[in-house]
């Protein structure tokens, strides 16, 4: 059974690298979660790149957080990521998208052109 | 909205943005009926916001004039026969007791019922996009209640971020375990 002593052995393995985690995240990954991006299945997609992310050890340099309507709702769901003053924006994401995303463009460093809002146009 | 759980996770995120510090989602389930509430302690809404949110042509943004949130919660409850009620209070600086309480009741037995489904989801992915704001959930059946109050884990966990990863997947872990305990069939 899960406890909150278990949850206290968390906090002392993390503390150390909280600190370290602060400041560093130059890569951001922005899920659309609004009406509209939750009714499309942003909530899935974003929980496969917050496990992906981590499975991939990528934690320390890529933050993974959710923003409103973005005013695309018929390319949700969205993603944005943010890196060094560029931003490429995934249309029509799904968890699988997203894993390949993590591999090939977080681990990477290559654009998955394929899954952007530009091979939609 | 294919389950009632996305629909908690949107109107939930409504809460967020009017500033809540806690967020109350409870679950009630019998048999034949189920509600759904959300509380927070945000901004709250004057009345003729109020009177205009289940309007699917009202919103709070101006980048485009459709809000949908509320509407396809209330649609989901009517086309079971149930019904949204609302209620908010609000912040006019005077008063520490503002903020808005939206519960949905539905009959589980219709047809045109949505499915519940994956809660816990929606809990987590709430507390990863707002680390910093309280959730108290609350899920009542006839089996048992399962239930998770952030206030107590960030007791626990000393300044270490809700949003750690490790810590999702133990909320995640925590919320399973009380579900296959009280053997909840979704």
Redesign the interface.
């Known amino acids: 059974?899960?406890s909150?002593a278990?949850?206290?052995a968390?906090?002392d393995?993390?503390?150390d690298k909280?600190v370290i985690r602060e400041g560093s995240s130059d890569v951001r990954v922005v899920v659309g979660?609004?009406?509209?991006g939750?009714?499309a299945g942003a909530?899935?997609v974003?929980?496969a790149f917050?496990e992906a992310v981590?499975e991939s050890g990528l934690?320390g340099t890529v933050t993974?957080?959710?923003t409103?309507?973005i005013?695309i709702c018929q390319f949700e769901p969205v993603v944005e990521i943010y890196e060094a003053g560029e931003k490429t924006t995934y249309v029509k994401m799904t968890p699988e998208k997203a894993k390949t995303v993590v591999e090939k463009h977080l681990k990477g460093g290559n654009v998955v052109a394929e899954f952007t809002i530009a091979n939609y146009n | 909205?294919k389950e009632l759980s996305?629909n908690i996770?949107?109107i939930a995120?409504n809460s967020m943005?009017a500033g809540a510090t806690l967020t109350e989602i409870i679950i009630i389930e019998s048999s034949l009926e189920l509600s759904i509430t959300v509380k927070d302690d945000g901004c709250g809404m004057s009345e003729d916001i109020l009177r205009s949110v289940t309007d699917p042509f009202y919103t709070t943004?101006t980048?485009?004039s459709v809000?949908?949130?509320i509407p396809?919660l209330k649609m989901a409850a009517e086309m079971t026969g149930g019904r949204v009620e609302l209620h908010s209070v609000v912040d006019d600086g005077k008063t520490d007791a503002h903020g808005t309480t939206i519960t949905a009741y539905f009959y589980k037995n219709h047809i045109d019922f949505t499915p519940l489904g994956?809660v816990i989801?929606?809990i987590?992915?709430l507390i990863?996009?707002h680390p910093d704001t309280d959730i108290l959930f609350s899920h009542v059946t006839e089996y048992g209640e399962v239930g998770l109050d952030t206030r107590?884990?960030r007791e626990?966990?000393?300044?270490?971020?809700l949003d750690?990863?490790?810590?999702?997947k133990?909320i995640e872990?925590?919320l399973e375990?009380q579900y296959s305990e009280i053997n909840y069939k979704k």
């Not at chain 2, 626990?156 to 971020?161: K, N, R, T, Y």
């Not at chain 2, 750690?164 to 999702?168: A, C, G, H, K, N």
């Open positions: 059974m899960k909150l278990e949850l206290k968390i906090r393995k993390m503390k909280v979660m609004a009406t509209c939750i009714a909530r899935p974003l929980n917050v981590n934690a993974v957080s959710q409103g309507c005013g | 909205m996305l996770l949107d995120e943005k943004r980048t485009r809000g949908l949130g396809l994956d989801s929606s987590t992915t990863q996009g107590e884990l626990a966990l000393e300044g270490v971020p750690t990863y490790e810590v999702i133990w872990g925590y375990e």
